[in-house]
């Protein structure tokens, strides 16, 4: 493919042409061609977004002068994956001088000029007026980005503007277009799929369908569809999941799943298991409060239980130089709450053991006295759906159910599948040590003391 680009250096408008080492595919080039003022280009994983990004902002790269803004979703994924592959595009002869690494931009032989920027960082959204922006996976950028730092700044040079991305459930991506639906002479819309870039081996693509359990996600991440559902890590039917669950019987054994938490809040629930389903009956929740009052507040509210095992966050058996060498757990211990499991570090395990709870109508956690849990299961976001990874918030209580559900999960007769990212972790038991538990020290509350050693 040719860009043609002005040699500037002769001063004569000659035009010079440097060949990109792409050709695009047959649906990125209806992408390309589209002469609108603002496209959108719908598109799911591996379609060749990028691609289509990189190629377009350095087409325009042929006009003279022309300032070109590419605008990733954050700041740190623009410059690690998109500087790299950009640079690749760019043929090295057309530039003016050597790529800026600091501000990752290009000038062009014909003063053109790139920019890559993050949607994340204000100040990295500065540079000379733009003729061309690409906004890639908007979806996932604040509206803010486009409404007020973005749309203000196209109009000086009445540029252009690329939406490149796919759909994140309904948000303002799809009002977005939605909206243009209805100025199509202003605006271009293109929705394409996985299956339309011919470079994907269609085997490849089966497997890819077969690796993604969830049809919701599916369709959003690859077919690029609006998915109401699809933002939701866990899936499940309010009514069944959310009923009451009356007080364990004196003799039930119960358990504990902990996620400490220093100026988060500390969550800890309690349940147990009854006829293959698990019973959350309690929880707990705040913040701000050191370890050794957590464990009294936990301690008071398991009063008359008969509490067995307590699965806590694996950082509290982290030794603290501040206290002394001791840690979050030996507080715990120190309580009375115990044994203690440190928890798995297999979150996308837990998660999957959750959800094939709620699957099996085997999990039941009470509303009334669950509202922090209840709360937090409804609410909780994929930020990125194949990544598995979930929006910053409020998930202390989702944390401790999945060290609960985890520490179970033989009980619940679950078949843990490990994740391929999994840090291994032991999973150890902290068990009483023969001298504390002889010892008066910690046992005047007539529990057993267990110690803790890292
Ligand atoms: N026109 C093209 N020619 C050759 N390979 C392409 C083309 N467009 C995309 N690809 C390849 O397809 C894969 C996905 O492209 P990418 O642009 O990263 O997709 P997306 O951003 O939509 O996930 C990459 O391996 C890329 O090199
Ligand atoms: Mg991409």
Known sequence: ????????????????????????????????????????????????????????????????????????????????IGWKKIKRLIPREALQRKP???????????????????ADEPDSLRGPDPNYVVLEEAALMDPDVWYKVLRPNLAPKK???????????????????????????????????????????????????????????????????????????????????????????????????IDWGMRDPTACLWAYVEAGILKVFREHSQANLAASQQAQLIKAKSENLRCDMTALSHDAFR?????????????????????LVPSSRDKAAARDLIQKLMD??????????????????????WQDTLLEKTEDGDDDSCDALHYLVYLLASRLLLQVEKSKTEKRDKNKLYLPDREDRDSARFSQSGDPVYHVSQ
């Open 319 to 339: 030794q603290d130089p501040e206290m002394k060498g001791l840690t979050v757990a030996w507080h715990f211990v120190r309580a009375g709450i115990s044994p």
């Open 1 to 80: 493919m040719d860009i043609g680009l002005i040699d500037g250096d002769s001063g004569t408008p000659g035009k010079k042409h440097f060949q990109l080492d792409i050709k695009l595919h047959p649906t990125q080039k209806i992408v390309d061609q589209d002469p609108s003022r603002f496209v959108i280009a719908r598109c799911g994983r591996k379609w060749g977004k990028s691609t289509t990004g990189f190629v377009k902002s350095i087409k325009h790269a042929g006009i003279p002068g022309a300032i070109v803004w590419y605008v990733g979703p954050t700041y740190k994924q623009t410059k690690r």
């Open 100 to 118: 800026n690494e600091t501000d990752l931009s290009f000038t062009f032989k014909n003063e053109a000029e790139i920019y890559l920027m993050g």
């Open 360 to 381: 099996e109508g085997k999990l039941q956690i009470d509303p009334e006295r669950c509202p922090m849990l209840r709360r937090q299961l409804q609410k909780l976001e």
């Open 159 to 257: 540029a252009k503007a690329l939406f490149i991305g796919n759909p994140k459930g309904l948000n303002w991506y799809y009002d977005l277009w939605q909206e243009a639906e209805k100025q199509p002479g202003i605006w271009g819309l293109h929705h394409y799929t996985i299956y339309d870039n011919p470079h994907i081996d269609g085997e490849e693509v089966a497997q890819c369908r077969l690796d993604c359990k969830n049809e919701a996600i599916w369709r959003q991440e690859y077919l690029a569809e609006f998915e109401s559902d699809a933002g939701r890590v866990f899936h499940f039917n309010e009514a069944d999941v959310f009923k009451t669950v009356r007080d364990p019987q004196r003799t039930a054994i119960c358990y504990r799943g």
